[in-house]
T-cell receptor
Framework: DTAVSQTPKYLVTQMGNDKSIKCEQN?????MYWYKQDSKKFLKIMFS???????INETVPNRFSPKSPDKAHLNLHINSLELGDSAVYFC????????????FGPGTRLTVL | DQQVKQNSPSLSVQEGRISILNCDYT??????FLWYKKYPAEGPTFLIS?????DKNEDGRFTVFLNKSAKHLSLHIVPSQPGDSAVYFC??????????FGEGTQLTVNP
């Protein structure tokens, strides 16, 4: 009965590959987010969707493309992976857009070799 | 240009004593502040928040203090317990806009 789940938990891949991370929430929330935690441990927002509509799109390379098939799912697809993409990626959700209290998934640690 | 900073990367306290975690911000438009707690291999979980119209908010052992003139907030945990050992993130938002997080402080509570 996990509230926000992500798969996979760990992802190790070669430079240049394409990979996806999946996120699902069973809280009935309208809004979902993707965050990146870099090597300096800062959590930075990448994207946010509300009811399948993109509402936040930070300065992120075009190689990153979020997809929301329904409001309970927000997947992150990354093309042509680079070394600098190595990080922990967190999915989160909230009741409504930009609502401050967000619920986070366990994170996906991506390592690009 | 980090708008939310937690200058202490780590803090160690004895069980039963007070833990004080600090956070400074630079954006005067921030009007809502939150603390999140994170255990290893888990996502951050919401702990406590405070609106800029208040200077204190309490929830059990956790109290957050806000000093708007100094652009400073702190989280007090009394008494500290070993289970409180985690990374604590401070976050702020501007009128419901995106959350800006600090880099976190690792709290270790020694039995």
């Amino acid at each position: 009965d996990t509230a926000v789940s992500q798969t996979p938990k760990y992802l190790v891949t070669q430079m240049g590959n394409d990979k996806s991370i999946k996120c699902e929430q069973n809280l009935g929330h309208d809004t979902m987010y993707w965050y990146k935690q870099d090597s300096k441990k800062f959590l930075k927002i990448m994207f946010s969707y509300n009811n399948k509509e993109l509402i936040i799109n930070e300065t992120v390379p075009n190689r990153f493309s979020p997809k929301s098939p329904d409001k309970a799912h927000l997947n992150l697809h990354i093309n042509s992976l680079e070394l600098g993409d190595s990080a922990v990626y967190f999915c989160a959700s909230s009741q409504r857009p930009l609502y401050n209290e967000q619920f986070f998934g366990p994170g996906t640690r991506l390592t690009v070799l | 240009d980090q708008q939310v900073k937690q200058n202490s990367p780590s803090l160690s306290v004895q069980e039963g004593r007070i833990s004080i975690l600090n956070c400074d911000y630079t954006n005067s438009m921030f009007d809502y502040f939150l603390w999140y707690k994170k255990y290893p291999a888990e996502g951050p979980t919401f702990l406590i928040s405070i609106s800029s119209i208040k200077d204190k908010n309490e929830d059990g052992r956790f109290t957050v203090f806000l000093n708007k003139s100094a652009k400073h907030l702190s989280l007090h945990i009394v008494p500290s317990q070993p289970g409180d050992s985690a990374v604590y993130f401070c976050a702020a938002s501007d009128r419901g806009s995106r959350l800006t997080f600090g880099e976190g402080t690792q709290l270790t509570v020694n039995p």
